[in-house]
């Protein structure tokens, strides 16, 4: 048996110390960010931020830790359709981001959701003048085989499981749709 890998990049844990940290996950993007919450946790790391959106409250994951992660840190869970009892706020992912005060020279951003809901979540950073070289976005949904012998998941010249899935916008951006 043969094993090989891992492949590409992951989060750029370097390039966020000391920096403030967003952490934009939709529905089950918040499984892949969730390592690097318990790394941040790990390292006491202060000022970061995570905008969890879902689709309806009843759709919530990790409930228990993101109740807990709000004590650690600022922790705003929002539904798009909310029950009554919902603790979170109801309402769009965007709508989130658009309510966080950002320091924009200081913060990275780290995005992991359905592709459909990025280019809103840019469009929302755009506003607050987040620099495209500070947002990191996972496209491991877009994993095929996982080698780079399919390469059905390229973007443009890139393929996800080789060059990936961690990209940085501003390096992404321009292969996007080709």
């Known amino acids: 048996m043969d094993i090989r890998g891992p492949y590409g990049n992951g989060w750029p844990s370097e390039k966020i110390k000391n920096k403030e940290i967003i952490m934009i996950a939709g529905g089950l993007g918040l499984v892949p960010l969730r390592p690097l919450i318990y790394q941040l946790l790990s390292k006491k790391q202060k000022n970061v ?16 830790d993101l109740r807990v992660w709000s004590s650690k840190f600022k922790v705003l869970a929002i539904a798009e359709y909310a029950v009554e009892h919902f603790w979170g ?5 965007t709508d989130g981001i658009s309510s966080l005060k950002i320091n924009s020279k200081k913060t990275v951003v780290l995005i992991c959701g359905p592709e459909a809901m ?23 949904r877009r994993m095929e085989c996982g080698i780079g012998v399919c390469q059905h998941c ?17 390096k992404i951006k321009p292969e996007i749709g080709k």
């Not at 879902?54 to 759709?59: A, D, G, P």
């Not at 003048?129 to 947002?135: A, C, G, R, T």
Request: charged fraction near 25%; hydrophobic fraction near 40%.
């Open 154 to 170: 390229n973007i443009g010249q890139y393929l996800v499981c080789a060059d990936g899935p961690v990209f940085r916008y501003d």
């Open 118 to 140: 990025i280019p809103f979540c840019i469009e929302a950073l755009a506003k607050e003048n987040i620099p495209e070289n500070q947002i990191f976005i996972s496209y491991e």
């Open 49 to 64: 931020t995570l905008v969890a959106g879902f689709r309806s409250s009843e759709h919530l994951l990790f409930e228990e």
């Open 89 to 93: 706020k109801k309402g769009l992912i």
